[in-house]
């Protein structure tokens, strides 16, 4: 099983809708949890961190559930500039060290 | 804040020579970095993780003699591939953490370089 796991897609939307990504990971253990965002041969940026109180962040909201051991990603009203692949990441602490488990990416192309 | 470089943006060498890319925290003080590599349509693997001032710590089946890591200061960290070859063509990127300011416990956030594309002929 690996450690973090995503749908790959690409799941296609029209542009305004409403779109959930979900990522579980392994590692009870795990630190911390983020969504990245990664544009065509381009470096991941953060879109958020993740907490168990969830949190939002204007169309995007993220939550964390410890016990499912499960993050997800809604994005609500769609732009075009949205279209990009969502990594879920989970930081792990590993001899003193933190550590970024990356899964591979869920690809989301908004359609005008 | 939190702005990290990465030197040369895009390489193009021949086989068998070695290629150094620079990856600098400019805004803050790095007191780890990690190397990764990305193939095309895969996600980023993790190459060797890197503390200021001591050996990097290298990833199972990353070869420590073909990928030589210097983090010689809280501000930069080189990675070396030496006698490159085809295979290692690639998307390698940096990225750095930090200490939160606040001197709570380390959240372990990292902020990633834009990254060097390696072509080896």
């Known amino acids: 099983r690996k450690e973090v796991e995503q749908d790959p897609g690409p799941f296609n939307v029209p542009e305004g809708a409403t779109v959930a990504f979900n990522c579980t990971y392994s590692?009870?253990?795990?630190?911390?949890f983020f969504w990245y965002r990664q544009d065509c041969r381009k470096e991941p940026k953060l879109l958020m961190s993740?907490?168990?109180s969830g949190n939002e962040d204007g169309r995007f909201t993220a939550q964390l559930n410890r016990a499912s051991q499960y993050i997800s990603l809604l994005i609500r009203d769609s732009k075009l500039s949205d279209s990009a692949t969502y990594l879920c990441?989970?930081?792990?602490?590993?001899?003193?060290?933190?550590?970024?488990?990356f899964g591979t990416g869920t690809r989301l192309k908004v359609l005008a | 804040g939190a702005v990290v470089s990465q030197h040369p943006s895009r390489v193009i060498c021949k086989s068998g020579t070695s290629v150094k890319i620079e990856c600098r925290s400019l805004?803050?003080?790095?007191?780890?970095m990690f190397w990764y590599r990305q193939f095309p349509k895969q996600s980023l693997m993790l190459m060797a993780t890197?503390?200021?001032?001591?050996?990097?710590?290298?990833e199972q089946g990353v070869e420590k003699d073909k990928f030589l890591i210097n983090h010689a200061s809280l501000t930069l960290s080189t990675l070396t591939v030496t006698s490159a070859h085809p295979e290692d063509s690639s998307f390698y990127i940096c990225?750095?953490?930090?200490?939160?300011?606040?001197?709570?416990?380390?959240?372990?956030?990292?902020?990633f370089g834009p990254g060097t594309r390696l072509l080896v002929l």
């Open positions: 590692n009870s253990a795990s630190q911390s």
């Open positions: 993740v907490y168990s």
């Open positions: 990225s750095a953490s930090q200490k939160v300011r606040t001197g709570r416990a380390y959240d372990g956030t990292q902020y």
């Open positions: 805004d803050f003080q790095a007191t780890t």
């Open positions: 890197s503390n200021e001032g001591s050996k990097a710590t290298y």
């Open positions: 990441v989970v930081n792990e602490r590993t001899s003193g060290t933190y550590k970024y488990i």
